[in-house]
C-alpha cells in the first residue's frame, strides 16, 4: 500500500518508537509535530567520507575535514584578553585532534562525549597537540554508508543529530511506498524520479548523485504546490465578469491625455508601456488584478495616478491606500497639487461639471471632520480618496468605487485588500498593487503568481545615480560631517538614519535620540537638527516631517520610519549609522530617499570594517557598488533565504525547504506548466488522479489562512 503525504501529515510523531510526549516537545522546536513534518526536515547538506582525512595524516597549515567521536571536552574559561575558551578532543582509530572554540561555551552541552563530529577548518600545531581554531563543525548520525546526511540543528535542543537521523530511518521504513501524482510517462519527460527514491535518496543517499536527483523531484514538488493554488485564485479572479469595462479615449480633450500634458516631464518608455498594458485591463470585461514593481524612484506612483485619472474620467471613485500617514498625506498632497485644475462631470450643477474633489482619511483625523469625509465618500461627492486602513472601516461605505491603489503592497495583510474589493458588492473594482523593493522574477512568479505583473526597469529622465561610500574606519567620518555641512550651506537637506531609537545596554548600535543630542551638540551644532522616530505620537511625527520639508531643519535623524516612500527632491545626502544592522532591501530603500531630482546625492554607510560579520561585509560591498535594486535583490534572496522574500506576501509560507527562488528558476518556469496541464484537465482538482492528491496534499500542506489568502487576494 502507497502512503499519500495528506495521511503522512495527520499521523503524530510519537507514533515513533523512543518519540514520548517529552521528546515530542523537544522535537516541536524544530517545527517537526508529524512523521511528514520528520520527513520534510532535510539534510542541510552531506558528509562525503570519500574526502576525509584521517588525523594522523593531517598537514600544518592545510585545510583538512576529519570525521571522528568527542573523547574530552574541557571546561570553558576566559583568555587574559576576556574571551570565553573552549577546548575539545576529537579522536579517530589514527589520533587526536583539539578543537578550540571562543565565545561559544554552549558548545560544552552540545558536544558530549561520544557524539559522532565532522570538523573543517586549518589545521595548526600547538605545543604537542594537532589543533583546528573555531572549526565548521557539524554532528551526525549514521556513517555506515559513504554519505552522510547532515540535519539543522539547535543548541537549544536536545535532541541530537544521531536521533534525528534514527527517526528518519524507521519512518522511512514503516512508510513503505509514497503515492505519487505524477505518471511514470511524466517523469520521464520532466526528467525527474518518482518520490519513493525521492524521499529515501534525499536522506540516504548511495552516493551525492542520488541526493541532488531527489532535491529536485522534491524542490518541483514544493514549486507545484505553490502554483496550483496561485493559478487558481487568478483563473477564478478572470471569471468574474462583474467587472467595469472603463472606456480608454485618446481624444485630446479627455481627462487623461490632459493630465499626461499637465506633467512637467515626460513618461518613460516603460511607463508608457505599463499604462499600455493596464489601461488594457481596466477596458476589459474582468477586473484588473495586477502588479506594478520597479526600483526605487522609477515612477510607479504616476502610473498609478494615470490609472486612477481613467476610472474617475469613467464615472467612478478611486481609491489609494498607503500603509503609514506621513506617506498617506504625502500622496495626499502631491495628487491635490497635479490635479487641482480637473473638473468631473456632474448634472446637478449648472454647467455640467464640478472641480474632482479628493479627500484624505487617516486615522487622526476623526469626529465632525471624519463624519463629512465619510458622508462624502457615501453620497459620491468625492472622487479619488486617499487614506491609511482607516480607509477600511465598517463605518465607509463608497458609492461606487471602481478603482484600487495600493501602495507598499507587502505592507498590507489580506484581510485589507479583500475588503477593499468588497466594497462595492455589485461591481469588482480593477485593483493595482504596487511594491517598491524589488522582487526578482522568480521570486514574483511564485509569490505574486495570481497577479499579471508589470515591471518598470527605467529612471526618469534626469535622475543621477546616488554616489554611494562605505566608510569603513571610525577616523573616516570626519569627512562625512564635512561633507553633510558643505550641502547644508548650498540649502540642501540631509537625513542621519540610526537602527535605534533608544540606547540599549544589548545592542552596540547608535540610537536617534542619542545621535541626535550628539550631533546637535558638536558636527552639528550651527545648523538646526530635527529628531523622527517611531514611537513619537504621530501628530508629532508628521509635524517635524512637515518642518524638514519646509527647510526648518536642515538635518533630520530618524529611524527607518523615513524607510518607504518619502519623496523630498532638494535632500541630497543620506548617512546611516551602523549601517551593517540594516538589510539589503532596507539600505536600498533608505538610499532611495535621496537622488530623487537632478542634484548630485550621497550616500554614506557608516559601519567599523574590525567589527561587522561577513556576510554584513557582502551587504555592503553591494549596496557601495551595485545601483539596480533587481540586482541587489538577487543577492538579498541569495543571503537570505526563501523564506524572508515569501513574506512579502503577509503570510509567512514555510512551503520552500528545497526550492530556492535564484538558482531554480527552470524548475519553476516547468512547475508552472504542469500545474496549468492539471488545471485544463481538473479545474477543482477533485476528478483526475494527480488532481485529487495534489488537492489533498494542499489542504494539508498549506495553511488554511494561506490557502484563504490567496482566493482572497
Known amino acids: 500500500m502507497s502512503r499519500s503525504l495528506a495521511q503522512l501529515k495527520k499521523i503524530p510523531i510519537t507514533e515513533l518508537k523512543g518519540v ?32 576525509v582525512t584521517r588525523i594522523r595524516d593531517v598537514k600544518e597549515g592545510e585545510l583538512a575535514l576529519v570525521v571522528g567521536e568527542v573523547v574530552k571536552v574541557g571546561y570553558p574559561h576566559r583568555t587574559k584578553s576576556g574571551k570565553s575558551m573552549l577546548s575539545v578532543d576529537i579522536g579517530d582509530s589514527s589520533g587526536l585532534l583539539r578543537c578550540t572554540f571562543f565565545n561559544q561555551p554552549w558548545r560544552a552541552k552540545q558536544l558530549e562525549t561520544g557524539v559522532n563530529v565532522a570538523c573543517f577548518g586549518k589545521v595548526t600545531v600547538f605545543g604537542k597537540y594537532l589543533q583546528m581554531s573555531s572549526p565548521s563543525l557539524d554532528l551526525y548520525g549514521d556513517a555506515t554508508g559513504k554519505v552522510v546526511a547532515l540535519y539543522p540543528s539547535s543548541a537549544k535542543s536536545s535532541v541530537t543529530t544521531k536521533e534525528l537521523a534514527k527517526f528518519i530511518s524507521e519512518t522511512l521504513d514503516r512508510a513503505g511506498e509514497f503515492e505519487d501524482p505524477l505518471s511514470k510517462e511524466v517523469l520521464q519527460e ?9 524521499f529515501r535518496a534525499i536522506h540516504k543517499p548511495p552516493d551525492l548523485k542520488s541526493s541532488a536527483v531527489a532535491r529536485k523531484r522534491l524542490a518541483f514538488d514544493e514549486l507545484l504546490r505553490l502554483q496550483l493554488p496561485l493559478i487558481q485564485a487568478k483563473r477564478q479572479s478572470e471569471k468574474v465578469e462583474n467587472a467595469i469595462s472603463h472606456s480608454v479615449s485618446s481624444d485630446t480633450d479627455s481627462m487623461v491625455q490632459r493630465f499626461f500634458r499637465s506633467l512637467d516631464f515626460d513618461l518613460t518608455n516603460a511607463q508608457k508601456h505599463a499604462l499600455t498594458e493596464i489601461f488594457s485591463d481596466m477596458s476589459s470585461k474582468y477586473p484588473m488584478h495586477r502588479l506594478l514593481q520597479g526600483d526605487v524612484g522609477s515612477g510607479k506612483t504616476v502610473v498609478a495616478l494615470a490609472a486612477l485619472v481613467l476610472g474617475i474620467e469613467n464615472g467612478y471613485q478611486g481609491a489609494i491606500m498607503a500603509p503609514t500617514e506621513v506617506l498617506a498625506e504625502q500622496h495626499y498632497s502631491a495628487i491635490c497639487s497635479m490635479l ?4 468631473v462631470l456632474d448634472p446637478s450643477t449648472l454647467n455640467g461639471t464640478r472641480p474632482l474633489r479628493v ?36 463605518s465607509v461605505a463608497f458609492k461606487s468605487l471602481g478603482i484600487v491603489v495600493i501602495d507598499e503592497q507587502h505592507r498590507f495583510g489580506v484581510e485589507q485588500r479583500s475588503a477593499l474589493r468588497s466594497q462595492n458588492s455589485l461591481i469588482t473594482p480593477d485593483m493595482l498593487v504596487m511594491t517598491a523593493t524589488p522582487i526578482p522574477r522568480s521570486a514574483a512568479m511564485v509569490i505574486f503568481g495570481d497577479l499579471e505583473q508589470t515591471t518598470l526597469f527605467e529612471l526618469p529622465i534626469g535622475r543621477k545615480p546616488v554616489e554611494t561610500k562605505w566608510v569603513k574606519t571610525p577616523s573616516s567620518e570626519k569627512k562625512v560631517w564635512e561633507k553633510v ?5 548650498k540649502g540642501h537637506l540631509i537625513y542621519v538614519v540610526c537602527p535605534l531609537v533608544e540606547g540599549s545596554d544589548r545592542i552596540e548600535a547608535k540610537s536617534a535620540v542619542e545621535e541626535f543630542e550628539r550631533l546637535s551638540a558638536s558636527e552639528l551644532a550651527s545648523i538646526k537638527v530635527g ?4 514611537q513619537m505620537p504621530a501628530s508629532k511625527r508628521e509635524e ?24 523630498i527632491k532638494d535632500a541630497t545626502v543620506m548617512v546611516i549609522e551602523n549601517a551593517d544592522r540594516f538589510g539589503i532591501a532596507q539600505l536600498h530603500q533608505l538610499r532611495g530617499r535621496v537622488g530623487r531630482s537632478d542634484l548630485d546625492s550621497f550616500c554614506y554607510l557608516i559601519a567599523d570594517k574590525e567589527s561587522v560579520s561577513k556576510e554584513a561585509q557582502v551587504r555592503l560591498e553591494s549596496i557601495e557598488s551595485i545601483s539596480d535594486g533587481f540586482k541587489l535583490a538577487e543577492i538579498d534572496l541569495d543571503l537570505r533565504g526563501e523564506g524572508t522574500i515569501l513574506g512579502a506576501r503577509q ?38 488522479y494527480a488532481g485529487i492528491i495534489l488537492g489533498k496534499e494542499g489542504q494539508a500542506l498549506l495553511p488554511s489562512d494561506d490557502e484563504a489568502y490567496l482566493f482572497k487576494s
Not at 520532466?190 to 525521492?198: G, I, P, S, Y
Not at 458622508?375 to 486602513?389: C, F, P
Open 20 to 51: 514520548g510526549k517529552a521528546k515530542a516537545s523537544r522535537l516541536s522546536e524544530f517545527g517537526i509535530d508529524t512523521v511528514l513534518d520528520l520527513l520534510m526536515h532535510y539534510p542541510r547538506r552531506y558528509l562525503d567520507l570519500s574526502t
Open 359 to 394: 479627500c484624505l482619511l487617516t486615522s487622526k483625523i476623526s469626529g465632525a471632520t471624519r463624519n463629512e469625509v465619510v458622508k462624502q465618500i457615501g453620497d459620491g461627492s468625492v472622487d479619488l480618496i486617499v487614506g491609511t486602513h482607516a480607509i477600511l472601516s465598517e
Open 531 to 534: 529628531l523622527v522616530h517611531g
Open 190 to 198: 520532466l526528467n525527474l524520479v518518482d518520490r519513493t527514491f525521492a
Open 485 to 489: 555641512r558643505s550641502e547644508v550651506k
Open 340 to 343: 487641482k485644475d480637473f473638473e
Open 544 to 567: 517635524t516631517m512637515r518642518a524638514f520639508r519646509l527647510h526648518e531643519y536642515s538635518v533630520l535623524v530618524a529611524t527607518t520610519v523615513i524607510e518607504v516612500g518619502i519623496d
Open 651 to 688: 503570510k509567512g509560507r514555510s512551503d520552500l525547504r528545497l526550492a530556492s527562488l535564484t538558482h531554480d528558476q527552470e524548475l519553476i518556469d516547468t512547475a508552472k506548466k504542469v500545474a496549468n496541464l492539471i488545471l485544463d484537465q481538473d479545474p477543482l482538482l477533485d476528478t483526475s
